[in-house]
């Protein structure tokens, strides 16, 4: 398999190869693997994190505050720094770049969602390529729900938002291990993952980020987004040699999650990322085995439980009797 549309999503911990400052030589491999991607035609946006970090570099002098305000200062200082660097670097390239910072705000919003989806396919079409990190100005921690909070979920909502065939994960570990590889010798690369179940999620739980504010946990989550949108994921290691290219010719590297549905309209698309979904429904299992398998609509009497507050017409998350999402819907009748 090989892909044309790459979201590829660069974490902290390797743009700065776990130190304070941003790696020069790791960020310029990266965007060299682009450039030379781009001359092949391939259609390329970029999640990007290290905004903080570059603000640490920059602000070494001020003594760091353990509060979000002063992360969100770090965030500013360090943005514009970020992309000055990128900048630099894909100039060598002849290649323009562009930045977007994106909240989950919005694109809850239906008129956002497109407006983000309009302006990231107007670049690809232009061959500009596109940074994206999260507004951490704006996005504030005490507002959970209105935040990402972490690169791989923004990354797997853009690679929904624009359709993409592959969302690239590449982090300071090599793909999914069976435990930490950087304290257990014995942990053990998981090549392919069909199903993200409660083992996959133990696993990636025990793996956190050093320095960035995701680890594995948040790419399994990430994974699982991106796949019921119809796109491919791969987690792998970000400073192994032509990365990039290995990947979007479809070779064996890191680990491999298959799309689990077919490419869909984005109503559908916009519908299933959970963004728009103002409330939850629980199903019996006769309800679920006639959304599933006859494809039928799900009727009141199926439904268990509902949680949230919800009007008719809104978009709601469907579970089954163990809390596992089934499916998402419109609803016909309020909460209550
Ligand atoms: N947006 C944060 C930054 O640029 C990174 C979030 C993350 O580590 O996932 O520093």
Redesign the pocket.
């Known amino acids: 398999m090989t892909y044309r549309r790459i979201v590829a999503k660069f974490?902290?911990g390797l743009l700065t190869s776990g130190t304070d400052y941003l790696d020069l030589h790791v960020m310029s491999s990266l965007v060299e693997q682009i450039a030379r991607l781009q001359r092949q035609g391939k259609e390329i946006v970029i999640i990007s994190?290290?905004?903080?970090?570059s603000g640490r570099q920059k602000l070494q002098k001020v003594p760091e505050r353990k509060n979000t305000p002063f992360k969100q200062v770090l965030?500013s200082v360090?943005q514009s720094h970020l992309m000055y660097t990128y900048e630099q670097l894909f100039s060598r390239h002849e290649i323009t770049v562009a930045q977007a910072l994106l909240t989950k705000e919005d694109l809850c919003d239906r008129g956002g969602y497109l407006n983000a989806r309009n302006t990231l396919l107007a670049l690809i079409e232009l061959g500009i390529i596109c940074i994206v990190?999260?507004n951490?100005v704006v996005a504030v921690d005490e507002i959970e729900e209105l935040k990402f909070g972490?690169?791989?979920n923004l990354s797997a909502m853009v690679a929904n938002l624009i359709d993409a065939d592959v969302l690239v994960m590449l982090t300071d570990i090599g793909g999914l291990y069976s435990a930490d590889p950087r304290c257990n010798p014995q942990a053990q690369l998981i090549h392919r993952v069909d199903e993200i179940d409660a083992e996959i999620e133990r696993m990636a739980s025990g793996t956190a980020?050093r320095q960035?504010?995701?680890g594995m946990t948040t790419k399994i989550e990430a994974a699982r987004l991106a796949t019921c949108s119809g796109v491919n994921v791969v987690i792998a290691g970000g400073r192994e040699p032509d990365i990039l290219a290995r990947i979007s010719q479809g070779q064996d590297v890191g680990t491999f999650f298959p799309a689990q549905a077919n490419k869909m309209e984005s109503r559908k698309r916009w519908m299933l990322s959970g963004l728009a979904s103002k409330g939850k429904v629980t199903v019996d299992k006769g309800a679920v085995l006639a959304l599933k398998e006859q494809n039928k609509s799900l009727l009141p009497a199926g439904v268990i439980k509902a949680e949230g507050k919800f009007h008719r017409g809104d978009i709601v998350d469907i579970l089954d009797d163990k809390g596992k999402h089934v499916g998402c819907g419109i609803s016909n009748y309020s909460s209550s």
């Open positions: 974490g902290t994190s290290g905004a903080i970090a965030a360090g990190n999260e951490d972490d690169n791989d980020s960035g504010a995701g």
